[in-house]
C-alpha cells in the first residue's frame, strides 16, 4: 500500500497481560523502525529491521520486548507481561533507503496506542 | 551518548506572527531531519539536510544547517492556524553510533487566531 498500516490502533492490556501490535510497511520499503511515544513528545528508537533481519535494535528492551518481520506478514511488536510503563503510543516507520542514504525518508504509520491499566 | 535538544519546548503566536525552533547536538551530524506531529496524528517527514550551511525552503517554510553541523533551525513565516502541531528534529550522528537518527523532544507550536 502507499501507506503504513498499523493495527489496532487501540489496545487496553492489564498490568502482566502480553500486547502484540502490528505493522505493514509501504510497499517496496525494505526498512522498518519502531518507536515508542510517551508523554507525546519523547520518541524512544525501539528496533528496525533490513527485510526480515534486525538491522539495529540498539534500544530495544530485551527483557519483555520481541519484535520480527516475516516474509509476507505484517511486522510485529510484542510486549510480554506488560507494565505499566509501557503505555504509550508506538509508531512504525519504513522507508524505501537506509538511514545512512542521502535519499532517506521515513514515512510514519498511525501508530498504536497501548494503555495498561 | 548522543543527544538532541530542542528549543522551545512550546511556542505560542499570533497567527500571522514568525515562529523559529531551534534544534542543538552534541554531537556533529550528518544529516538532520525535520517532522511535523499535528496534534493526535502521526510524524510526517519535511525535510532532510545534509550539507554544511545548508538552507532549504518550502513555502513559509526555511530549514537552515549550521556550519559545524551541530544544530538546525526551522523558520515559518507569517504563521496560519494550519501550522498548529509538534515540530520535531532528528539528527544522525556523524561517526560511530547508531545509524538511526536521534529525535529531539519538540517544539510544539500553537497558533492563536
Known amino acids: 500500500g502507499e501507506e503504513v498500516a498499523q493495527t489496532p490502533k487501540h489496545l487496553v492490556r492489564g498490568e502482566g497481560q502480553k500486547a502484540k501490535l502490528y505493522c505493514a510497511p509501504i510497499k517496496g520499503h525494505s526498512y522498518v523502525f519502531w518507536y515508542q511515544q510517551v508523554l507525546k513528545n519523547e520518541f524512544k528508537f525501539l528496533i528496525s529491521f533490513q527485510n526480515e533481519n534486525v538491522f539495529d535494535e540498539t534500544g530495544m528492551p530485551k527483557e519483555r520486548f520481541s519484535a520480527k518481520c516475516l516474509p509476507n506478514s505484517p511486522c510485529s511488536l510484542e510486549i510480554q507481561a506488560t507494565k505499566l510503563e509501557d503505555s504509550a503510543v508506538y509508531f512504525c516507520?519504513?522507508?524505501?533507503?537506509?538511514?545512512?542514504?542521502?535519499?532517506?525518508?521515513?514515512?510514519f504509520g498511525p501508530g498504536t496506542r497501548l494503555t495498561v491499566t | 551518548g548522543q543527544q538532541v535538544m530542542q528549543i522551545p519546548q512550546y511556542q505560542h503566536v499570533q497567527e500571522g506572527e514568525d515562529f523559529t525552533t531551534y534544534c542543538n547536538s552534541s554531537t556533529t551530524l550528518s544529516n538532520i531531519q525535520w517532522y511535523k506531529q499535528r496534534p493526535g496524528g502521526h510524524p510526517v517527514f519535511l525535510i532532510q539536510l545534509v550539507k554544511s550551511g545548508e538552507v532549504k525552503k518550502q513555502k513559509r517554510l526555511t530549514f537552515q544547517f549550521g556550519e559545524a553541523k551541530k544544530n538546525s533551525s526551522l523558520h515559518i513565516t507569517a504563521t496560519q492556524t494550519t501550522d498548529v502541531g509538534t515540530y520535531f528534529c532528528?539528527?544522525?550522528?556523524?561517526?560511530?553510533?547508531?545509524?538511526?537518527?536521534?529525535f529531539g523532544r519538540g517544539t510544539s507550536l500553537i497558533v492563536h487566531p
Open positions: 532528528a539528527g544522525r550522528q556523524a561517526s560511530g553510533g547508531s545509524y538511526i537518527p536521534t
Open positions: 516507520a519504513s522507508s524505501q533507503y537506509p538511514p545512512r542514504a542521502s535519499a532517506y525518508e521515513q514515512y
